[in-house]
C-alpha cells in the first residue's frame, strides 16, 4: 500500500481547517496510508532581514530532513513548480508508484517558502496555483488534491 507524508511547517490554528484535513485524510485510508507531520515554524522578527530569513529556512531545512526517508520521493510544494490537473497528479502518482516507489513526501514550506537545499532534495516541485494561499489552507487544498487522485487512480465517481 502507498504510504502518503504531508510534512508541513507550522500548525493547523483553525478548527475548520483541521477538521477537513481529518476528513480528506480519512477517506484517503481507503487507499494509502497518510501521516501528518508538522513541525515547529522558526519564530522571525517582525522584519526580518534575508540573512534571518535564510537562517530560519535552513533550520526547517534540517527539520524536513530528519523526517524524510531516504526511500521517499519527494514532492515539494513551490510556487515555481509544475501545476497539474487532477488527472495529471493521479498520473503522476501512478507513475511515482510504478516506478518502484511506496513513499511519497509532500512538503509545504513555512510563509517564506522552503529552501534552496529542499527544492534540490525534491524529485517533483508541484504548484496548486499562481495565486497565494495561507499555508493552513493550502494543507486542505493538497489533501483534497491527493484524495481527488487517488480515486482517479482507483475509477471511483468522486472525480468528475
Given at each position: 500500500?502507498?504510504?502518503?507524508?504531508?510534512?508541513?511547517?507550522?500548525?493547523?490554528k483553525?478548527?475548520?481547517?483541521?477538521?477537513?484535513?481529518?476528513?480528506?485524510?480519512?477517506?484517503?485510508g481507503?487507499?494509502s496510508?497518510?501521516?501528518?507531520?508538522?513541525?515547529?515554524e522558526?519564530?522571525?522578527?517582525e522584519?526580518?532581514?534575508?540573512?534571518?530569513?535564510?537562517?530560519?529556512?535552513?533550520?526547517?531545512?534540517?527539520?524536513?530532513?530528519?523526517?524524510?526517508s531516504s526511500?521517499?520521493?519527494?514532492?515539494?510544494?513551490?510556487?515555481?513548480?509544475?501545476?497539474?490537473?487532477?488527472?495529471?497528479?493521479?498520473?503522476?502518482?501512478?507513475?511515482?508508484?510504478?516506478?518502484?516507489?511506496?513513499?511519497?513526501?509532500?512538503?509545504?514550506?513555512?510563509?517564506?517558502?522552503?529552501?534552496?537545499?529542499v527544492k534540490?532534495?525534491a524529485?517533483?516541485?508541484?504548484?496548486?496555483?499562481?495565486?497565494t494561499?495561507?499555508?493552513?489552507?493550502?494543507?486542505?487544498?493538497?489533501?483534497?488534491s491527493?484524495?481527488?487522485?487517488?480515486?482517479?487512480?482507483?475509477?471511483?465517481?468522486?472525480?468528475?
Amino acid at each position: 500500500m502507498l504510504n502518503i507524508k504531508i510534512i508541513s511547517i507550522g500548525d493547523l490554528k483553525e478548527s475548520y481547517l483541521r477538521e477537513a484535513c481529518l476528513e480528506y485524510t480519512k477517506r484517503m485510508g481507503a487507499f494509502s496510508r497518510v501521516e501528518h507531520i508538522q513541525l515547529k515554524e522558526e519564530r522571525l522578527p517582525e522584519n526580518p532581514s534575508q540573512a534571518q530569513i535564510d537562517a530560519c529556512l535552513l533550520a526547517e531545512e534540517k527539520k524536513i530532513f530528519e523526517r524524510l526517508s531516504s526511500k521517499s520521493y519527494v514532492i515539494a510544494m513551490c510556487v515555481e513548480g509544475k501545476m497539474l490537473s487532477s488527472p495529471e497528479l493521479a498520473s503522476k502518482i501512478s507513475q511515482i508508484t510504478t516506478q518502484g516507489h511506496s513513499e511519497i513526501a509532500f512538503i509545504i514550506g513555512s510563509s517564506f517558502g522552503l529552501s534552496k537545499g529542499v527544492k534540490q532534495r525534491a524529485d517533483f516541485k508541484l504548484s496548486i496555483s499562481p495565486l497565494t494561499f495561507p499555508h493552513q489552507l493550502l494543507r486542505v487544498i493538497l489533501c483534497e488534491s491527493i484524495y481527488r487522485a487517488l480515486t482517479i487512480i482507483n475509477g471511483t465517481k468522486y472525480h468528475k
